[in-house]
Every structure is written in C-alpha cells, then in structure tokens.
C-alpha cells in the first residue's frame, strides 16, 4: 500500500479542542493541507480552531459531541462521512491521578466510555466503511505508554489504553490483506492540558527529558499514520521505556512506576 494522502482529503481528529488532538488537526490543516473535522465537547475551542486552520486555506468542520453518549457518537459518524470520509484519529481521551479506589466510579465509567468504548463504536463503523470506499484510507488510534505497563494510581486509564494497544494491534494483523491501515500511536508524557488537569505537571513540566512537546509529538504521530505503522511508541526514551516494561516483571514495574508517582500525590497521598 502507498503512503497515506492526506492533500484535500478529510480527516476526523476527536479530541481535537486541546493537546494532541488540537495540534495533529493544525498540522493536518497546515502541513498536509487535509480538511479537518474536529470533535469535542467544547463549541468555543473548535470554532477558534476551524477559524484558525481556514488561515491555511482548508475547510474544518466542527462536530461537538460527547464521547460518553453512544448517541453522539453515532451522529459523528454520520456527519463525518456526510461527504467522503478518508482518515479518523481517535485521540479523544482523560485520565486521573490518585488512589483509584477513592476515584468516583462515575467517573471511572465515564473515562472506560471515552477512552474504550467510544474507541470500539467509531471503529467498528469506520473500518468497514473505510474498507467500502477502497481509497487506502487509514485509522489511527491513540493509545499510551501506559498501556504497555502496569499504573498504579492511573490504573484505569492505564487498562484503558492496554485495552487500545491490545483491540488496535490485533485489528490491525485481521485487516492486513486489505487496503486500509490502522495505526496505534503510543506516546509517553506530553505538556498539555491531561498533565496539568491530572496535577502532573508540576512534577512532569514541559523541558522534563520524558515530557515531549506537543507540537513534535503530533508530527510523529502523523508521520506515523502517513507511513501506515502498525503500532509506534515516539522517541528514543519512550522507546525504551517501552521495552524496559515489557522485559521486566509487571510486579518490579508496578513498584517502579508507583515510587516515581508517589512524589507527586497530595501530601495526605498513598503512603
Ligand atoms: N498528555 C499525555 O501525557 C498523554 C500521554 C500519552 C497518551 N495521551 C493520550 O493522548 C490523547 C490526547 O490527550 P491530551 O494529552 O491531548 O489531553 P487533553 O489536552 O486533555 O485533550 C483531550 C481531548 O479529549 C477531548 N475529550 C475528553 N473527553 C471527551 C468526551 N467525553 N467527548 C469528546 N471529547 C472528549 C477533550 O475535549 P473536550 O474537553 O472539549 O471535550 C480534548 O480535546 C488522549 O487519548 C490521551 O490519553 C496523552
């Protein structure tokens, strides 16, 4: 298969009204001249966003949905693919940071629905729609580092993201004779918005040698798609990380990732 096009093709990022998913759309918009359809909840950030990305002679389309509600999942699908639909990232996501079991559990079903059920519902639909148009359109999904690594005190959102790495790659190897691609992006820290809601930054700040900038991290990503990887952790540290927690024992990571995190809980944290 050819590298993915991206030239006046549109392009669904959910997420897309902050971090990763607002970068990705500007470099699609402004480096690649795609037609990005951004999704999220909030109206005001992706109306300024499509505002912006104009600038660069492309035509946004704005779609406020909740990932929560299979409802407007199911109309982004529909307005997203009202006219042809070449590429979808999936990136919308949230996290938490403290001691899971005090987390409300709303809000944990909340986070399962964003970050993996919205994930199974837009590509269960995309993938034979993509596969319908038989143009070598592409799905990206946007997993973690954390999903290759026990998190203790992010022990949802890191099952979460493992349930991505795991449904993205095995989706991936079923769709191998076919003409469409699926990517799973795993990147490690990133300075936005997730680090600071989730009080990680202080201890995490932008320039930390495991922090990546927004703006490179979206480029790989989309290098990443572009090129129809199946699955990519960026960056030298990331990349071995990554391979540090998938040789050791899960138990010795758990313990690793819990006594670095431990510093940056409340001071009434986990002891
Ligand atoms: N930051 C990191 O260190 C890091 C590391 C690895 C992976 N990631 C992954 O990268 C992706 C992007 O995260 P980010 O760092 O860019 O975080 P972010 O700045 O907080 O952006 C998250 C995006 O998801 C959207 N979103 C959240 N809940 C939603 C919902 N229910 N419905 C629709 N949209 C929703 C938010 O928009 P609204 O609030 O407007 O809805 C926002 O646009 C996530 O999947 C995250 O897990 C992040």
């Known amino acids: 298969m050819e590298d993915l096009q991206l030239r006046d093709r549109n392009v669904l990022v959910t997420g897309a009204s902050s971090g990763l998913g607002l970068e990705m759309a500007r470099q699609l918009a402004r480096d690649h001249h795609a037609h990005p359809i951004l999704v999220a909840r909030r109206r005001d950030k992706l109306e300024a966003l499509a505002k912006e990305l104009e600038g660069f002679g492309v035509r946004p389309k704005v779609i406020v949905a909740d990932m929560t509600k299979p409802a407007d999942v199911e109309r982004t699908i529909a307005e997203a693919t009202a006219e042809p639909l070449h590429a979808a990232i999936l990136n919308a996501g949230v996290t938490y940071f403290g001691k899971t079991v005090e987390h409300p559990v709303e809000d944990i079903a909340s986070l399962v629905a964003t970050n993996v059920t919205s994930v199974i519902h837009l590509t269960q639909r995309l993938v034979p729609y993509l596969l319908e148009r038989n143009e070598q359109g592409a799905l990206m999904l946007v997993s973690s580092l954390a999903s290759l690594q026990p998190m ?50 202080t201890k995490y700040p932008k320039g930390h040698p495991m922090i990546m900038d927004v703006e490179d991290c979206a480029a790989r990503a989309l290098w990443a798609m572009r090129v129809r990887k199946v699955m990519h952790v960026p960056g030298v540290l990331n990349a071995l990380a990554a391979l540090g927690a998938t040789i050791a024992p899960r138990q010795l990571v758990a313990r690793l990732v819990a006594n670095d995190y431990r510093g940056a809980l409340p001071k009434d944290g986990a002891k």
């Open 152 to 201: 203790p005190f992010q022990a949802v959102y890191g099952g979460s993201k493992a349930f991505v790495t795991s449904y993205g790659v095995a989706l991936a190897e079923e769709l191998r004779e076919h003409d469409i691609s699926l990517t799973t992006f795993c990147p490690g820290g990133i300075a936005t918005e997730m680090m600071d809601g989730a009080g990680l930054s």
